[in-house]
Every structure is written in structure tokens, then in C-alpha cells.
């Protein structure tokens, strides 16, 4: 599980529901939406199952969202692959009602087993998946949230939020340099979504 481990990791790092924050998000609520599919994609017993993410934050009034794709696998017990890659928002789309979703791009990487020397080599990824909603979606309001700190300073967040997870599977290819793996199914995908009308304050 330590792949599965890895990819909810990064989600979320990357799409936190606060972010960062600015002086400008300090001074101005914001609205922020996020959008994610994850999944592991089975394959042959030739090749490692594939632990695939990717997912978008929206910052509005700010403009563009900002997406990644993330994607790992261990295919020994001393080796390993992992990519990641900020991506346009046209290279991950997902339905407003998580009845599906697709990602198509090209994830640098690297190929890493430490009985070999080097030990890890930088390699290109592609991947193209697609989940497909197979239960009904649960909504999660998420109420009102507050958090006051002193580290850093005058810290605060205030934020009320809603989201909504949907069940999938999934399937797809993954393109290690030249070689192309296509899955025979997937043991675990999900789809969510989640609003934050009023986002304001900084991380604490």
C-alpha cells in the first residue's frame, strides 16, 4: 500500500482546501473548487499495478485552475517508479457530477532500484485513463470551520465547505519511454469534488 500511500499524499498537499494563502487572500475571501480522480490500475503479472492522480484547484475570482497528475509504482521490492507533472486543465477533465472522468499526459519521471548502479534513471510517462462512475455519489457538507493559531502570527481560517465522492472504476494505458501497458481493470477508483465558497485566511 505504500504507492496507494503516496498518491493520496500528494492530492493532498497539492489541493488542501486553504492552500498557501497571500496578502491578497488575506484580504478578499476566496471561492475554491477542487476536482480529483485517483485510482490503481491493474495490469499483467508482468507489470506492477500503477497508482494514477490527478486533480485541479480553482482559486476564483484569481482565474486558471492549477492541475497535476501524479503516478507511482513499485515493481520490486527494491525498486520503484514515480512521476509528476503540472498539467493544462485540458488534459484532465472530470463530469460535475462524477459520472466520469479522463486524463491524457506526459509525466516526467523517474525508474529507481538500488541493486543497480545508477540507481535511478529519469524516464518519460505517459498516461491515458478513464474512470467511469459505478455508485451513487455522497455528499459531505462540511459545515464551518475555524482555526486560530499564533505560529505564524495572527494566523486564522475561516471556511465553509461542501464536497461530493463517487465510487468508479477504471481503466487505460500507461507508456514507459517506448512500451506501451494496458490494464485489465482497476482495484480501487474515486472521483470528488469539493466547494469553498468562503475561503478566507491564511494555512495556519
Known amino acids: 500500500m ?22 491578497a487572500s488575506a484580504e478578499q475571501p476566496l471561492h475554491v473548487e477542487t476536482a480529483s480522480a485517483s ?60 459520472t466520469g472522468a479522463s486524463l491524457t499526459a506526459t509525466i516526467e519521471g523517474i525508474m529507481c532500484d538500488y541493486l543497480f548502479s545508477p540507481p535511478c534513471v529519469p524516464i518519460t510517462i505517459g498516461v491515458d485513463v478513464q474512470w467511469t462512475a459505478v455508485d451513487q455519489p455522497i455528499n459531505s457538507p462540511m459545515g464551518l470551520a475555524k482555526q486560530e493559531d499564533n505560529d505564524p502570527p495572527d494566523c486564522h481560517v475561516t471556511n465553509v465547505a461542501h464536497s461530493i465522492g463517487r465510487k468508479a472504476v477504471a481503466s487505460g494505458t500507461v507508456t514507459i519511454q517506448s512500451t506501451e501497458f494496458t490494464s485489465v481493470g482497476s482495484h480501487s477508483a474515486d472521483l470528488a469534488r469539493a466547494s469553498h465558497p468562503h475561503d478566507d485566511g491564511t494555512y495556519c
Do not use: H
Open 2 to 23: 505504500q504507492g496507494r500511500t503516496f498518491v493520496i499524499a500528494v492530492g493532498v498537499l497539492i489541493f488542501a482546501v486553504v492552500g498557501s494563502g497571500d496578502a
Open 39 to 98: 485510482a490503481e490500475l491493474v495490469f499483467d503479472d508482468t507489470f506492477p499495478p500503477a497508482y494514477v492522480s490527478a486533480g485541479c484547484r480553482d482559486e476564483l475570482p484569481r482565474g486558471s485552475p492549477t492541475c497535476e497528475a501524479n503516478i507511482y509504482m513499485q515493481q520490486s521490492p527494491s525498486g520503484w517508479t514515480i512521476g509528476e507533472a503540472v498539467i493544462d486543465s485540458s488534459q484532465f477533465s472530470i463530469d460535475k457530477s462524477l
